[in-house]
T-cell receptor, first 114, second 113 residues
Framework: AQSVTQPDIHITVSEGASLELRCNYS??????LFWYVQSPGQGLQLLLK??????LVQGIKGFEAEFKRSQSSFNLRKPSVHWSDAAEYFC????????????FGQGTELSVKP | NAGVTQTPKFRILKIGQSMTLQCTQD?????MYWYRQDPGMGLKLIYY???????DKGEVPNGYNVSRSTTEDFPLRLELAAPSQTSVYFC????????????FGPGTRLLVL
Protein backbone atom coordinates (compact mmCIF):
# COMPACT_ATOMS: atom_id res chain seq x y z
CA ALA A 1 0.00 0.00 0.00
CA GLN A 2 1.12 3.51 -0.69
CA SER A 3 2.25 5.51 2.30
CA VAL A 4 4.36 8.44 3.43
CA THR A 5 6.24 8.52 6.70
CA GLN A 6 7.69 11.53 8.42
CA PRO A 7 9.65 10.06 11.34
CA ASP A 8 10.03 13.31 13.27
CA ILE A 9 6.86 14.70 14.83
CA HIS A 10 8.56 17.79 16.25
CA ILE A 11 11.96 19.37 15.60
CA THR A 12 13.52 22.41 17.25
CA VAL A 13 16.44 24.24 15.62
CA SER A 14 18.21 27.47 16.40
CA GLU A 15 17.80 30.41 14.07
CA GLY A 16 20.58 30.36 11.50
CA ALA A 17 21.17 26.62 11.87
CA SER A 18 20.66 24.17 9.05
CA LEU A 19 17.54 22.05 8.78
CA GLU A 20 16.70 18.64 7.38
CA LEU A 21 13.21 17.15 7.57
CA ARG A 22 12.91 13.50 6.69
CA CYS A 23 10.34 11.89 4.43
CA ASN A 24 10.12 8.26 3.34
CA TYR A 25 7.57 6.98 0.86
CA SER A 26 6.26 3.62 -0.21
CA UNK A 27 5.00 3.58 -3.78
CA UNK A 28 5.38 1.05 -6.58
CA UNK A 29 5.49 3.38 -9.57
CA UNK A 30 7.46 6.54 -10.26
CA UNK A 31 6.43 8.87 -7.46
CA UNK A 32 5.33 12.46 -7.80
CA LEU A 33 6.40 14.01 -4.49
CA PHE A 34 5.52 17.27 -2.81
CA TRP A 35 6.43 19.27 0.27
CA TYR A 36 3.83 21.63 1.69
CA VAL A 37 4.09 24.08 4.58
CA GLN A 38 1.26 25.07 6.89
CA SER A 39 1.54 28.11 9.13
CA PRO A 40 -0.73 28.18 12.20
CA GLY A 41 -4.37 28.66 11.21
CA GLN A 42 -3.51 28.73 7.53
CA GLY A 43 -3.94 26.51 4.51
CA LEU A 44 -1.19 24.51 2.84
CA GLN A 45 1.34 26.21 0.61
CA LEU A 46 3.47 24.31 -1.86
CA LEU A 47 7.22 24.54 -1.17
CA LEU A 48 8.46 22.32 -3.99
CA LYS A 49 7.70 19.22 -6.00
CA UNK A 50 9.49 16.43 -7.83
CA UNK A 51 8.17 14.41 -10.75
CA UNK A 52 11.17 13.73 -13.00
CA UNK A 53 14.62 14.90 -14.00
CA UNK A 54 17.13 16.40 -11.61
CA UNK A 55 16.84 14.73 -8.23
CA LEU A 56 17.73 17.94 -6.36
CA VAL A 57 14.73 20.23 -6.46
CA GLN A 58 14.72 23.90 -5.53
CA GLY A 59 11.68 25.49 -3.98
CA ILE A 60 10.47 28.71 -2.51
CA LYS A 61 11.82 30.40 0.64
CA GLY A 62 15.29 28.88 0.16
CA PHE A 63 14.18 25.25 0.59
CA GLU A 64 15.45 22.32 -1.43
CA ALA A 65 14.76 18.59 -1.43
CA GLU A 66 16.61 15.59 -2.75
CA PHE A 67 14.88 12.56 -4.24
CA LYS A 68 16.72 9.30 -3.54
CA ARG A 69 15.02 6.37 -5.19
CA SER A 70 17.35 3.79 -3.58
CA GLN A 71 16.36 5.02 -0.12
CA SER A 72 12.72 5.85 -0.96
CA SER A 73 13.34 9.27 0.54
CA PHE A 74 12.57 12.88 -0.28
CA ASN A 75 14.17 14.93 2.50
CA LEU A 76 13.66 18.66 2.79
CA ARG A 77 16.62 20.93 3.59
CA LYS A 78 17.40 24.54 4.27
CA PRO A 79 20.92 25.84 4.96
CA SER A 80 19.92 28.59 7.40
CA VAL A 81 16.59 28.66 9.19
CA HIS A 82 14.72 31.89 9.88
CA TRP A 83 12.25 32.42 12.73
CA SER A 84 9.48 32.76 10.14
CA ASP A 85 10.07 29.15 9.05
CA ALA A 86 8.35 27.90 12.22
CA ALA A 87 5.38 25.93 10.89
CA GLU A 88 4.20 22.40 10.15
CA TYR A 89 5.65 20.65 7.13
CA PHE A 90 3.96 17.90 5.18
CA CYS A 91 5.43 15.49 2.66
CA UNK A 92 2.97 13.97 0.17
CA UNK A 93 2.84 11.62 -2.81
CA UNK A 94 0.27 11.55 -5.61
CA UNK A 95 -1.44 8.23 -6.22
CA UNK A 96 -3.14 7.25 -9.45
CA UNK A 97 -6.42 6.18 -7.94
CA UNK A 98 -9.13 8.28 -6.31
CA UNK A 99 -8.63 11.11 -8.73
CA UNK A 100 -4.94 11.51 -8.17
CA UNK A 101 -5.30 12.27 -4.49
CA UNK A 102 -2.40 13.16 -2.26
CA UNK A 103 -1.30 10.81 0.49
CA PHE A 104 0.24 12.83 3.28
CA GLY A 105 2.72 12.06 5.99
CA GLN A 106 1.81 12.85 9.56
CA GLY A 107 3.61 16.18 9.44
CA THR A 108 6.67 17.59 11.22
CA GLU A 109 6.24 20.62 13.42
CA LEU A 110 9.25 22.93 13.30
CA SER A 111 10.06 25.29 16.16
CA VAL A 112 12.83 27.88 15.81
CA LYS A 113 14.80 29.09 18.83
CA PRO A 114 16.10 32.67 18.77
CA ASN B 1 -6.97 35.16 -9.02
CA ALA B 2 -8.40 34.38 -5.60
CA GLY B 3 -7.40 30.71 -5.97
CA VAL B 4 -9.40 28.40 -3.71
CA THR B 5 -11.77 30.03 -1.24
CA GLN B 6 -13.69 28.38 1.58
CA THR B 7 -16.49 29.54 3.84
CA PRO B 8 -17.06 29.66 6.72
CA LYS B 9 -13.69 29.92 8.47
CA PHE B 10 -15.01 28.51 11.72
CA ARG B 11 -18.27 26.97 12.87
CA ILE B 12 -19.66 25.34 15.97
CA LEU B 13 -22.40 22.77 15.40
CA LYS B 14 -24.57 20.85 17.79
CA ILE B 15 -24.83 17.08 17.42
CA GLY B 16 -27.42 16.22 14.78
CA GLN B 17 -27.34 19.59 13.02
CA SER B 18 -26.46 19.88 9.36
CA MET B 19 -24.37 22.34 7.41
CA THR B 20 -22.67 22.93 4.09
CA LEU B 21 -19.04 23.87 3.73
CA GLN B 22 -18.52 25.98 0.64
CA CYS B 23 -15.56 25.74 -1.73
CA THR B 24 -14.95 27.78 -4.88
CA GLN B 25 -11.97 27.93 -7.22
CA ASP B 26 -11.37 30.39 -10.04
CA UNK B 27 -8.57 28.54 -11.85
CA UNK B 28 -10.86 26.49 -14.11
CA UNK B 29 -9.51 23.27 -12.61
CA UNK B 30 -11.36 20.06 -13.33
CA UNK B 31 -10.14 18.17 -10.26
CA MET B 32 -11.36 19.14 -6.81
CA TYR B 33 -10.92 17.47 -3.44
CA TRP B 34 -12.13 17.62 0.14
CA TYR B 35 -9.68 16.58 2.85
CA ARG B 36 -9.98 16.56 6.60
CA GLN B 37 -7.06 17.18 8.91
CA ASP B 38 -6.91 15.68 12.37
CA PRO B 39 -3.99 16.26 14.77
CA GLY B 40 -1.04 13.98 14.10
CA MET B 41 -2.82 12.29 11.20
CA GLY B 42 -1.95 14.36 8.16
CA LEU B 43 -4.83 14.91 5.73
CA LYS B 44 -7.31 12.27 4.60
CA LEU B 45 -9.43 12.42 1.44
CA ILE B 46 -13.19 12.62 1.97
CA TYR B 47 -14.54 13.08 -1.58
CA TYR B 48 -13.19 14.13 -4.91
CA UNK B 49 -14.48 15.27 -8.30
CA UNK B 50 -12.92 14.99 -11.75
CA UNK B 51 -15.32 17.45 -13.36
CA UNK B 52 -18.78 18.96 -13.18
CA UNK B 53 -21.35 16.26 -12.47
CA UNK B 54 -18.77 13.62 -11.48
CA UNK B 55 -17.95 12.86 -7.86
CA ASP B 56 -16.62 9.85 -5.97
CA LYS B 57 -15.75 8.70 -2.48
CA GLY B 58 -12.34 9.00 -0.91
CA GLU B 59 -10.91 7.27 2.14
CA VAL B 60 -13.29 8.66 4.79
CA PRO B 61 -16.65 9.52 3.14
CA ASN B 62 -19.07 8.37 5.86
CA GLY B 63 -21.28 11.16 7.16
CA TYR B 64 -20.60 13.47 4.21
CA ASN B 65 -22.06 14.23 0.79
CA VAL B 66 -20.90 16.34 -2.12
CA SER B 67 -22.19 17.73 -5.38
CA ARG B 68 -20.49 19.40 -8.35
CA SER B 69 -22.91 21.27 -10.55
CA THR B 70 -20.31 23.73 -11.88
CA THR B 71 -16.57 23.66 -12.50
CA GLU B 72 -16.02 26.34 -9.86
CA ASP B 73 -17.98 25.03 -6.87
CA PHE B 74 -17.62 21.88 -4.79
CA PRO B 75 -19.69 22.06 -1.58
CA LEU B 76 -19.40 19.49 1.20
CA ARG B 77 -22.53 18.62 3.14
CA LEU B 78 -22.71 17.25 6.69
CA GLU B 79 -26.21 15.89 7.29
CA LEU B 80 -26.16 14.76 10.93
CA ALA B 81 -23.15 16.22 12.66
CA ALA B 82 -21.29 13.97 15.10
CA PRO B 83 -18.39 14.76 17.46
CA SER B 84 -16.14 12.57 15.27
CA GLN B 85 -16.53 15.19 12.53
CA THR B 86 -14.75 17.81 14.60
CA SER B 87 -11.82 18.59 12.35
CA VAL B 88 -10.29 21.09 9.97
CA TYR B 89 -11.58 20.74 6.42
CA PHE B 90 -9.56 21.70 3.36
CA CYS B 91 -10.72 22.01 -0.19
CA UNK B 92 -8.16 21.68 -2.99
CA UNK B 93 -8.08 21.82 -6.76
CA UNK B 94 -5.62 20.98 -9.51
CA UNK B 95 -5.25 20.96 -13.24
CA UNK B 96 -5.40 17.78 -15.30
CA UNK B 97 -1.97 16.18 -14.98
CA UNK B 98 -1.04 14.13 -11.89
CA UNK B 99 2.17 16.07 -11.35
CA UNK B 100 0.32 19.33 -11.21
CA UNK B 101 0.16 21.15 -7.90
CA UNK B 102 -2.91 20.83 -5.74
CA UNK B 103 -3.90 24.28 -4.50
CA PHE B 104 -5.48 24.41 -1.07
CA GLY B 105 -8.03 26.74 0.43
CA PRO B 106 -7.52 28.32 3.87
CA GLY B 107 -9.64 25.68 5.63
CA THR B 108 -12.80 25.50 7.71
CA ARG B 109 -12.46 24.66 11.38
CA LEU B 110 -15.51 22.73 12.59
CA LEU B 111 -16.35 21.93 16.18
CA VAL B 112 -19.25 19.57 16.91
CA LEU B 113 -20.53 19.63 20.48
Amino acid sequence: AQSVTQPDIHITVSEGASLELRCNYSYGATPYLFWYVQSPGQGLQLLLKYFSGDTLVQGIKGFEAEFKRSQSSFNLRKPSVHWSDAAEYFCAVVVYNQGGKLIFGQGTELSVKP
Amino acid sequence: NAGVTQTPKFRILKIGQSMTLQCTQDMNHNYMYWYRQDPGMGLKLIYYSVGAGITDKGEVPNGYNVSRSTTEDFPLRLELAAPSQTSVYFCASRDTQYQETQYFGPGTRLLVL
